[in-house]
């Protein structure tokens, strides 16, 4: 699959803050995934998009689908000092099984 | 459940050695994957199994070879690796392959390191 823009590459987070991080994509998808990674460790699913314009919530963190299913977004809400990891976007096309990843987002806690 | 168990957690082996890498789920997901992540990247997709065939082969060398005995097993025998073939190897199941949409759950992976 296709490399999906991810930003921001890396952000610094002090507790209780939001962030926001996106995804867009040239192509269009039927579902947006969102992963979360921690070191040696694999991909944790997050939260699963699958209708344009879809908003869905897992606990502090919110996920939308984008109108123009190119892109998808992920807001965090009062971050805690293990939200840290790298967050991945991802989208699967229509009768595709491939997953395409965004580069991901390095979430770290400022000191 | 959406556990997909992997072992070992770590394995080192030399390139002239041969070993397997075991991946397993029970959430009845009939289509299973594996993949390649270096540091700090995405996951690489390696190889799909649909329905205990192989469905998908992304280019990958013949020195690792995929085997899925049954619906919920899936191996990769790895033999005569490079320094380069370092990495973590994530295993993952999604309900199946055919249609779109299905989410994947990946397994801990193994941290694989050829000396």
């Known amino acids: 699959g296709q490399q999906l823009n991810q930003s921001p590459q890396s952000m610094f987070i002090q507790e209780g803050e939001d962030v926001s991080m996106n995804c867009t994509s040239s192509?269009?998808?039927?579902?947006w995934l969102w992963y979360k990674q921690e070191p040696g460790e694999g991909p944790v699913l997050l939260i699963a998009l699958y209708k344009a314009g879809e908003l869905t919530s897992n606990g502090r963190l919110t996920a939308q689908f984008g109108i123009t299913r190119k892109d998808s977004f992920l807001n965090i809400s009062a971050s805690i000092p293990s939200d840290v990891g790298i967050y991945f976007c991802a989208g699967v096309g229509s009768n595709d099984y491939k997953l395409s990843f965004g580069a991901g987002t390095t979430v770290t806690v400022r000191a | 459940d959406t556990e997909v168990t992997q072992t070992p957690k770590h394995l080192v082996m030399g390139m002239t050695n041969k070993k397997s890498l075991k991946c397993e789920q029970h959430?009845?997901?009939?289509?299973m994957y594996w993949y390649k992540q270096k540091a700090k990247k995405p996951p690489e997709l390696m190889f799909v199994y649909s329905y205990e065939k192989l469905s998908i082969n992304e280019s990958v060398p013949s020195r690792f070879s995929p085997e899925c005995p049954n619906s919920s097993l899936l191996n990769l025998h790895l033999h005569a690796l490079q320094p380069e073939d370092s990495a973590l190897y994530l295993c993952?199941?999604?309900?199946?392959?055919?249609?779109?949409?299905?989410?994947?759950?990946f397994g801990p992976g193994t941290r694989l390191t050829v000396t």
């Open positions: 959430m009845g997901h009939r289509a």
């Open positions: 192509s269009i998808f039927n579902t």
């Open positions: 993952a199941s999604s309900q199946e392959s055919r249609t779109g949409g299905n989410e994947q759950y």
